[in-house]
């Protein structure tokens, strides 16, 4: 690593150089804090819609506008609360230019203010989870894990971090160290880096210290694991029955590892883990007795995580507005809880979207005052939270001392660039795995030949149609004809799409499947694609489908003379078509270079694919293609 831990170096060094950041270290200090001051530094919020609407209905929350430009309201609300942490989301992160002007007028909200810089966060794990509207997307950790390269993983780092480093956001909400040991996962899927928890851990943590040489905090997640789960924690608990060698074989190892390694952050998940602490406690939500999550578990924080694993860094929650916690204890309550387990850093324990979430906040801040009033929270234990946050602030390269509009100038230079590009273009054609089709590519139309394009949505059928168009431009194939059709709540082809059929030469299918019910019979999203397959080999046209991703899809048809895992399912918006460096889905155009010849797919998987039975419901009996499978060659 010493290679590149020199490369990081010389890379911040010109990130710091280029966008004008402070040579002295860190911020002037700080007078003493306030029994409220320490609190609200232990809080990251967010503000991803704003509404003056003092009382509004569900209906009319649901229609506020997107948060990109400070108001009266908001800069009133952060001035006299003074969180820790602020994280954004897409609707705040539009483009370079407005991201930069939001976080510079939050950053000095609270220097005016008197109060400690803000942590500025962001879910940028690459792939499926992206947030910046311009930027570069790069293919995601479950392509990662098909290239299974540490060097893919620790370039992916560097590029993730030069442009939120550019953008002043000093923390990412990653990398996930989930191990995806679970063909049925609905959330994290392919968002691990796979099944092998020396893998994950392995390019886990080349990918944080990309990260960190960039200068910005990675954050591993989520703690002690989301990958053996069937069930999302943004709707509901989930609960993993493991015993304790099983979890620090598997689930606990990539972030043992990471530990091991200087990780300061790692947040927690909200999963019941009888194992590591079987304590119940009463759901305000059902009346009954519930395992309590790790989030709010001193067991597992303190005990495991701190004690046994040896973490004397910050650990942040997860969103604690998701509904495995706030329905079941509520948002004061919640907070008291995770701060007994350990917690240093609530994470986003309501979404402020409105005066009427101000005032709810503060109800659920004096709970927590009350809670240390009562010497339920004692303060001493808050102020040694404190010093570990206040160190990781401490850390972070300072403020930046140019004019913003400089700044700006200079962060387009970067975000987006054509380098980022261009590495994520070869990194995603990398990373696809083919699992049929050796002898069937490359596919080679003539001019003026149709293509049918067939996907779940229009941004789908635009990243597969811009891979196209830039194959033509640059010489590499015929033009041709490109017809598009998009398959949504359809469970069998109409018309319109028969007659496409019957005049294309060729077709490409995507499989946009999320959860293991939408393989079974009945389900529009599996069963489109089995009727469309059929109809296309009954009139012999050449055709290949597209997974993109569950990737238990890849047992869903069979008769497929080419079927290409592809582990993203980000397509790419019209603002994106019109101009690159706006954010998108580089696989799919990716798959383009591969599917007509400009590229050999060269991934393996890094998940196991188990058959489907009659009832499309997956048998981890019968393993179809095991894990490390991929054909690398196809013919001239």
Known sequence: MANKALAGAVCICLLVSLLGVAAAAGDAPRPELTLRQKIMQKIMLSVRNWS????????????????????????????????GGMILFAPNTPDTATTMA???????????????????GIDQEGGRITRLGEGTSLPGNMALGAISSPEAAYQTGQIL????????????FAPALDVNNNPQNPVINVRSFGESPQKVAELGIQLARGLADAGVLPVIK???????????????????DKDKAALLAMELLPFQAAIDDGIRVVMSAHIQYPALDDTRVISKKTGEGILLPATLSPRILTGVLRGEMGFDGVIITDAMNMDAIAAHFGIGEAMVRAFEAGVDLALMPIEIACPEDIKTFEEAVIEVEGAVAEGRLPEKDLDESLARIMALKAGLAPLADRPLEERIKAAETIVGSAGHKAAERQMAAKSLTLLRGQDTLPL????????????????????LRFGIERLMREGKLPQIHLVTYLYTEKNAPDEAFMALVAESDYAILTSRIATAEQLKKGQWQSDFPLAASALFDERGIPYGVLSLLLPQDGALIQSAPIMMMLYNPVGMSDK????????????????????FGDAKPQGKLPVTLYALDENRNIS?????????????????
């Open 102 to 120: 939001l976080i510079d007028a939050m950053q000095s909200a609270l220097r005016e203010a008197g109060a400690p810089r803000l942590l500025i």
């Open 576 to 595: 994106a078509y019109q101009n690159q460096r706006y954010a998108f889905g580089p696989n799919l155009p990716a798959a383009m270079d591969v599917l």
């Open 52 to 83: 003056d609407n003092p009382s509004p209905t569900p209906e009319e929350r649901k229609a506020f506008p997107a948060f990109t430009q400070m108001n009266d309201r908001v800069l009133g609300f952060l001035s006299a609360y003074q969180p």
């Open 444 to 463: 080679k139309p003539r001019e003026g030949q149709q293509v049918l394009i067939t996907g779940t949505s229009q941004a789908e059928v635009t990243a």
């Open 222 to 240: 989520h703690f002690p694991g989301h990958g053996d789960t069937q069930t999302d924690s943004h709707v509901a608990l989930p609960r993993v």
């Open 620 to 636: 981890p009996e019968q393993v179809l293609y095991p894990v490390g499978f991929g054909l690398n060659e196809s013919k001239p």
């Open 161 to 172: 971090g030069s442009e939120l480093f550019a953008l002043g956001i000093n923390m990412d």
